[in-house]
């Protein structure tokens, strides 16, 4: 049955079969197969695995994205992001990665990132004369913080799949990979610009210009501390954050910025309808999927099978970035994390491997997959976004994913980065 699974998911996949449909095909395929287990296991399976309230932030993290999106956030965070690096060699670039990051405290998504100050950012770097398949390139490698960067809809979806974890030491771990990954991109974006003479943006600010634009800025900037500050403290739980958040963004894209118009709501509904709907019917199926894995006791020979080899957690943990580098270039970071973390997870954890120092390797390495071919859904995205090839973006990104590699590596041997700062909250 488990040959099925695996065989029939492969072959859909590889027919073009969106990710939910090849993971439910393949759920069904097993089960016919098997021949003793009910077919009412597919839907019931599928709709439990939604069924919990945990995930009602996702829909909510959506909506706050394409609300703050609509009242002129990302053209505020870009404004305030270049008068601080964008007098530098590469400054749009440079722009570019740090306006991102801040909307990756916002958004949750690589995908909102991407089509949000990432499209802005595009068309202002090829005005300025950078190559436009590297402008794309860049904006891509970048979005990648969408779900790493609290909040983060890949953290939720964790936290279900591995209840174990707390949800809230999780979103506080991955700050500080985020920032690495920001300065590593901020490194090659910076040789890149030197060798290709991508001179800084000439801007005579003053200092009323600088407080101008902070100024400005700070309501977009106290969403992520509201969000992250409230978790923590305890004032609301994830979910409610999420409703808060949402009140918010309407309030400042509204009242504060102005920009946020009646008529543009039915767009902004329809298109958090449409993601929150692709995003659980992906859950739904690997929930299903993963039922199918756990009664035919995949989860528990092959984590007999590891700990019987004695690895050490810096073999295990290696051996894991090399599995879900290959796991993430054929299927996306949400089926990808309800299908293999009930199985890796527990082994991390015998192993003595920080939970939260596996869990942010997880999401960093799926994430990841969203910029590899052929199923990096972030690659396409971007490459519509930017209207360059793919084949050309895909040849600009290989600096920026070797040096995300490198970041993994140094996530592995160093678990300080991502278990510091939950320290400091006692998480």
């Known amino acids: 049955m488990v040959a099925t699974l695996f065989i029939a998911c492969i072959l859909l996949l590889l027919l073009g079969i969106p990710v939910a449909f090849a993971l439910g095909g393949a759920t069904l395929a097993a089960i016919l197969v098997n021949g003793s287990l009910p077919l009412i296991a597919l839907p019931k399976y599928a709709f439990s695995g939604i069924d919990i309230f945990a995930l009602l932030a996702v829909p909510f993290f959506i909506l706050t994205a394409e609300l703050m999106t609509g009242g002129a956030l990302s053209e505020v965070l870009l404004r305030f992001a270049s008068q601080f ?5 590469g400054g749009l670039g440079h722009t570019n ?7 990756s405290g916002i958004s949750g998504s690589a995908l909102a990132d991407a089509a949000g100050p990432g499209a802005i950012m595009i068309r202002m770097m090829r005005k300025d004369g950078y190559r436009p398949e590297y ?3 860049l904006t891509a490698a970048v979005s990648i913080l969408g779900p790493i960067i609290p909040p983060s809809i890949s953290m939720i979806i964790y936290a279900f799949a591995y209840p174990e974890i707390d949800l809230i030491g999780l979103m506080i771990a991955g700050v500080m990979p985020g920032i690495v990954i920001a300065v590593a991109m901020a490194a090659i974006n910076h040789v890149i610009s030197v060798r290709r003479n991508y001179r800084g943006v ?3 600010l003053g200092w009323r210009d600088y407080l101008r634009n902070t100024w400005r800025a700070i309501p977009a900037l106290v969403l992520p501390v509201l969000i992250l500050g409230g978790i923590v403290s305890g004032a609301f739980t994830p979910t409610e954050a999420s409703v808060v958040a949402v009140f918010y963004a309407l309030f400042a894209g509204r009242v504060i910025y102005g920009s946020l118009q009646w008529h543009m709501l039915p767009g ?5 309808a449409l993601m929150t709907a692709s995003v659980l019917v992906i859950v739904a199926m690997s929930a299903a999927f993963a039922w199918v894995l756990t009664v035919s006791r995949v989860p528990q020979d092959l984590t007999a099978f590891i700990v019987g080899l004695k690895l050490s957690p ?3 943990l290696l051996a894991v970035n090399v599995l879900l580098l290959a796991f993430g270039i054929f299927i996306e970071p949400l089926p990808g994390i309800v299908v293999l973390v009930p199985i890796l997870a527990p082994i991390a954890h015998a192993l003595g491997i920080s939970d939260l ?3 942010i390797i997880v999401i960093v390495n799926l994430t990841m997959g969203m910029i590899t071919p052929p199923v990096g859904g972030l ?11 793919l084949t050309r973006m895909v040849a600009e990104l290989w600096p920026f994913m070797w040096a995300q590699i490198a970041v993994l590596v140094l996530l592995s041997f160093v678990p300080g980065i991502s278990t510091w700062l939950p320290s400091l909250f006692h998480k």
Not at 85 to 89: K, L, M, Y
Not at 97 to 103: C, H, K, N, Y
């Open 85 to 89: 690096v964008g007098r530098f060699r």
């Open 97 to 103: 990665i740090l306006a991102i990051t801040f909307f």
């Open 135 to 137: 402008a794309a390139a």
């Open 202 to 204: 000439v801007e005579d």
């Open 268 to 272: 902004i509904l329809s298109r958090s």
């Open 314 to 316: 810096i073999a295990f």
């Open 357 to 359: 120092q596996f869990g």
């Open 379 to 389: 690659l396409f995205v971007t490459s519509v976004v930017a209207r360059v090839p």
